[in-house]
């Protein structure tokens, strides 16, 4: 996720948080999650921030800067007001997850525009077989195209 749809994510969920938000909940376990969590942390307010939520736990740690990590079935009893997406290219994917464990209608804070890109499995595993990446026409979705 670019720097600035970082900084967006922030600066919605502070103005959520100083508009009364109490219980935060942020969705995937990923670079951007630790970003946000150390930005709000430093804003002093961090202790609105109820958990974060993974779809797997398997692998995860057990807390984030003192957050807990909880698998995305525990949303139904955590009951959060605004839910931050951590996620760019797969919040579909995240967000997904989440939905039959979510109670009410709560706020949601998406950023980003990697969701748009081209995701295809089987043209990805067919294209890394290539020896040289395609720039035939000077970009790099010409093969895709």
């Not at 720039?135 to 790099?140: E, H, R, T």
């Amino acid at each position: 996720m670019q720097q600035s749809d970082i900084q967006r994510l922030v600066e919605d969920t502070q103005t959520e948080i100083l508009q009364g938000a109490r219980r935060i909940a942020v969705l995937n376990i990923s670079d951007t999650a630790v970003e946000v969590l150390r930005q709000i942390d430093e804003k002093g307010l961090l202790s609105a921030v109820v958990g974060l939520y993974a779809i797997s736990t398997d692998a995860a740690p057990a807390e984030v800067r003192g957050i807990p990590v909880r698998p995305m079935t525990t949303l139904r009893d955590d009951l959060p007001e605004v839910i931050v997406i951590a996620a760019d290219g797969e919040k579909e994917e995240v967000i997904t997850a989440a939905l039959p464990y979510v109670q009410g209608s709560p706020k949601m804070i998406v950023a980003g525009y990697g969701h748009y890109s081209f995701r295809d499995p089987l043209f990805d595993e067919i294209s890394a077989q290539l020896l040289v990446p395609s720039l035939a026409n000077g970009y790099k979705n010409s093969l895709v195209h």
